[in-house]
């Protein structure tokens, strides 16, 4: 299986802060790798797919770059409403495999 | 738009089966490829199974070794996934997810069913 790591597992930030999370695969996923972000107490949201594309309404803010075992989740200005944990996942082989998560908290 | 709404979750012994359903509206199961997701709670997101449009095709963690089914109702647009000898590590939120990425990223996902699995 792949394993999926992610740094840091959790940051302090400020509104309007550039916030970037690290994701990295144990092997190869080329750019077969999704971001999710996850609310207190709600269901996981799709952010990106294919390493950098934004998924339909997703804003502008967030980016995501990569390929390979290396890929980058950023935030440009953090808003309130990004307060979450952000998880990312390999689909380039089954089984499908998450990363432990990022939890960005307010400072 | 698309709904998804898990059932079937509850508190079983260790070894207990459970059978889990998600209904989905707005849209039909038969175009799409769907996922069960899990979570315990206050830990991270940990992938199940998928299944692709057609029901024909299905995949599987590791962990399920053999003791999990997932499937497709076309006739009631519902999705379920059949677990059994369940064990206490099984315990966790189960999330079914539409797929229109073919078999690769969840857009919509359910609240959620509980399974407890303890004696």
């Known amino acids: 299986d792949i394993q999926m790591t992610q740094s840091p597992s959790s940051l302090s930030a400020s509104v309007g802060d550039r916030v970037t999370i690290t994701c990295r695969a144990s092997?190869?996923?080329?750019?077969?790798l999704n971001w999710y972000q996850q609310q207190p107490g709600k269901a996981p949201r799709l952010l990106i797919t294919?390493?950098?594309r934004l998924y339909t309404g997703v804003p502008s803010r967030f980016s995501g770059g990569g390929s390979g075992t290396d890929f980058t989740l950023t935030i440009s200005s953090l808003q309130p409403e990004d307060f979450a944990t952000y998880y990312c996942?390999?689909?380039?082989?089954?089984?499908?495999?998450f990363g432990p998560g990022t939890k960005v908290d307010i400072k | 738009e698309a709904q998804l709404v898990e059932s079937g979750g509850g508190l079983v012994q260790p070894g207990g089966p459970l059978r889990l359903s998600c209904t989905a509206s707005?849209?039909?199961?038969?175009?799409?490829?769907m996922h069960w997701v899990r979570q315990v709670p206050g830990k991270g997101l940990e992938w199940v199974s998928r299944?692709?449009?057609?029901?024909?095709?299905?995949d599987y963690a590791a962990f399920v070794q053999g003791r999990f089914t997932i499937s497709k109702d076309d006739a009631s647009n519902t999705m379920n996934l059949q677990m059994n000898y369940l064990r206490a590590e099984d315990t966790a939120l189960y999330y079914c997810?539409?797929?229109?990425?073919?078999?690769?990223?969840?857009?919509?996902w359910g609240q959620g069913t509980l399974v407890t699995v303890s004696s």
């Open positions: 997810t539409r797929d229109p990425c073919g078999g690769e990223c969840s857009d919509y």
């Open positions: 707005g849209f039909s199961v038969s175009k799409y490829w």
């Open positions: 299944i692709n449009r057609d029901g024909s095709h299905t």
């Open positions: 092997q190869t996923v080329y750019k077969y």
């Open positions: 294919v390493a950098s």
């Open positions: 996942q390999q689909v380039y082989s089954s089984p499908l495999t």
